[in-house]
């Protein structure tokens, strides 16, 4: 194979706050001739996700910090276009962390072989995916059960809108926030929560408690700061929080202060446990199992945000910040 040239998004400088596109440069990148065991793929869609932001700044987030200069790294499924391996051949469907490009090289043991059968290819990034297998563990480990009240914040985002129809389907009575008229819609006609609200009409801790009058049992968090205070107000005794993200600080140049009603973990005798999806890939096979069936069934719904082209990958990222999208946020290369 003659060596090829593809493209790269490279994080260019540390954002300080909100990111902007003068931070990021795509860049070519030139693949050398493949080796004894490489793989060349070609990527079809790649993921942008909220904590992408964390690995700009320096020192350890959910993973180590991205390089400077370096092609930025994430959630991607593409297909093999040549292979030395005899563990995967031309044609093959492949998820892999070298998202942010067209092409790369690789081993086999940097690649997972997903489904042709499975369409769109994109839904190994969202429900099939690391987002999905978010939303299911965090289900798991707040132990909710039929009859209980579970509130959702960034409901209609890429893990929430999942995480409220996996707590519908267990038998719970679901609310969920958005910051939209259409994204409520969303939530309610589409996901079949039973209460939606667009958290920026009035304060959050007014709407749930409007909500749910004798208060919550279960709160997966995606917000953090004044919503989770909000939930800390309406948390029943012995309610669970399970802390999967913080969106509302992520820019914060100094860390926000903390909620002042902390002291309601300790008199409703709360539980809050954090989640870190890369802790629990030793389910995913169970995991695609249950939720594959799901989606097959249709039973569980599933909603992306497609965005075109490499060229756009940043725009897309940034507009999770803005509320641009309505579940998964994808960038489709091909």
Request: net charge neutral.
């Amino acid at each position: 194979m003659n060596a090829l040239t593809g493209r790269e998004v490279r994080l260019q400088s540390r954002p300080r706050g909100m990111p902007r596109a003068s931070d990021f440069v795509i860049a070519p990148s030139t693949l050398a001739s493949l080796e004894p065991g490489e793989v060349l793929v070609r990527n079809h869609f790649l993921s942008v996700d909220p904590y992408m932001r964390g690995r700009m700044n320096e020192g350890p987030s959910y993973s180590p910090a991205f390089e400077l200069g370096k092609p930025m790294e994430g959630g991607a499924v593409g297909e093999v276009m040549e292979s030395r391996s005899p563990e995967f051949k031309p044609g093959d469907a492949v998820l892999s962390r070298y998202g942010w490009r067209d092409r790369f090289t690789a081993k086999p043991e940097d690649l997972h072989r997903v489904s042709h059968d499975v369409a769109p290819l994109s839904l190994f990034l969202g429900a099939l995916g690391m987002t999905g297998l978010t939303a299911w563990v965090g289900l798991r480990l707040s132990e909710a059960k039929a009859g209980e009240t579970v509130y959702v914040s960034g409901a209609a985002g890429a893990v929430g809108h999942i995480a409220g129809q996996l707590a519908k389907l267990r038998g719970c009575r679901v609310i969920g926030s958005a910051g939209s008229s259409e994204k409520v819609s969303f939530l309610r006609d589409t996901c079949g929560f039973d209460v939606a609200f667009d958290y920026s009409v009035q304060p959050v801790v007014e709407q749930l408690r409007e909500a749910a009058p004798d208060g919550i049992d279960v709160y997966f968090d995606n917000v953090g700061g004044a919503t989770l205070a909000a939930a800390l107000t309406s948390l029943r005794i012995h309610g669970r929080i399970v802390a999967c993200g913080s969106i509302s600080g992520y820019n914060d140049e100094k860390p926000a202060p903390g909620p002042t009603n902390l002291f309601n973990v300790i008199t409703k005798r709360l539980t809050m446990r954090g989640l870190i999806v890369g802790d629990w890939l030793g389910l995913e096979n169970e995991f695609r199992a249950e939720v594959g069936g799901l989606l097959r069934s249709g039973a569980l719904k599933s909603k992306e945000t497609v965005v075109d082209g490499l060229d756009r990958s940043v725009d897309a990222f940034l507009g999770l910040f803005s509320g641009n999208n309505v579940g998964k946020m994808i960038v489709k290369l091909s």
